[in-house]
């Protein structure tokens, strides 16, 4: 068989991601400091959940449903400064340094010189943008796709227009539920690599008995497991 296309997804794939929004959360709870930790996680989980459909993903939206979750635990009447505290930690997210994972840089220089390498991420157009540039890997890419939501839609589509169709790609990333599950019903290969920190919304079920689905434990190996199954 060939493989001509590898999708790699961004955040906590290629680079880290729901470490700086963990310790964001954190800072959030220390705001509220009349309310109970598993209360507010739990409520703030629900709105997240809530205004996916609204704000889709990444920190302009978290930092919206916090500030929501914030009026709706204190019935309106916020610490003084929280709401201030709040989009000011949601401006650090969005300025924060990008530290690639051990391993991608090499990985995706080899994998560049076999394949069609195409980003496909969720998140906010602008964020994804810069974390990409900053990144110093957007050289690697034959193109770039910043989606809504990651479906079995979406990969045939991607991989049809930038590839040779999704039987012949690849598609690699953190979450089971986005990067791995919808590529695996379009047809195409899917590797897991999971991050130490999954955001609860993106887990899912390893599929059972997949001959076309993988995990490996570093991004490193992954170069080796498309070869051994490519004849292109």
Known sequence: ???????????????????????????????????????????????????????????KGFTLSMIETAMEMCEGEPPAGAIREILAAGREMLAHPVETLPGVDEALARLSERYRLVLITKGDLLDQERKLAASGLGDLFAAVEIVSEKDRTTYERVFTRHGTGPDEAVMVGNSMKSDVLPALEAGAFAV?????????????????????????????????????????
């Not at 700086?20 to 989980?45: G, P, S, V, W």
């Not at 001959?211 to 490193?220: K, N, Q, T």
């Open 1 to 59: 068989m060939t493989i001509t296309t590898v999708g790699l997804d961004a955040d906590d794939t290629l680079w880290h991601n729901e470490t700086i929004f963990r310790l964001t959360q954190a800072r959030f709870l220390d705001l509220l400091t009349e309310h109970d930790n598993d209360a507010i996680q739990a409520r703030l989980a629900e709105v997240e959940r809530r205004n996916l459909r609204l704000y889709g993903y990444g920190v």
């Open 192 to 232: 897991h690599i999971p991050y130490a920190i999954t955001w609860a919304h993106e887990l899912a079920d390893a599929p059972d008995a997949q001959p076309r689905y993988g995990a490996l434990d570093s991004i490193a190996d992954l170069p080796g497991w498309i070869d051994a199954r490519s004849d292109g």
